[in-house]
């Protein structure tokens, strides 16, 4: 079964950036779709974006053109660059797999903070 390990996670100011990676123990070409969550105390985990293997990027709203998933699968990496941050996006940022079967798999999380 894939293990997914994110990192990047950090304190930073709004307006600043982060690029967060997860890197996979296996391929993942035969994964469906991958991508990123997050999750605030309290609150539902959220989808932030999502790609296919097929190339479908989906977006949230909230982070649609400050945020850009990218996948390189021979690498088995997904990284998340995010622009722009502001307080609201403050969370942890979980890494998300899901194979054609429709299992899913979860990292552990890393924390991302923005705040002055």
């Known amino acids: 079964q894939v293990q997914l390990v994110e990192s990047g996670g950090d304190l930073v100011l709004p307006g600043g950036s982060l690029n967060l990676s997860c890197a996979a123990s296996?391929?993942?070409?035969?994964?469906?779709?991958m991508g990123w969550y997050r999750q605030t105390p309290g609150e539902r985990r959220e989808l932030v974006a999502t790609?296919?293997?097929?190339?479908?990027?989906t977006y949230a709203d909230s982070v649609q053109g400050r945020f850009t998933i990218s996948r390189d699968n021979p690498k088995r990496t997904v990284w998340l660059q995010m622009n722009s941050l502001k307080p609201e996006d403050t969370a942890v940022y979980y890494c998300?797999?899901?194979?054609?079967?429709?299992?899913?798999?979860w990292g552990q999380g890393t924390q991302v903070t923005v705040s002055a």
């Open positions: 790609e296919t293997t097929g190339g479908t990027i």
């Open positions: 998300y797999a899901e194979a054609y079967s429709g299992k899913t798999k």
């Open positions: 296996q391929s993942i070409s035969s994964i469906y779709n």
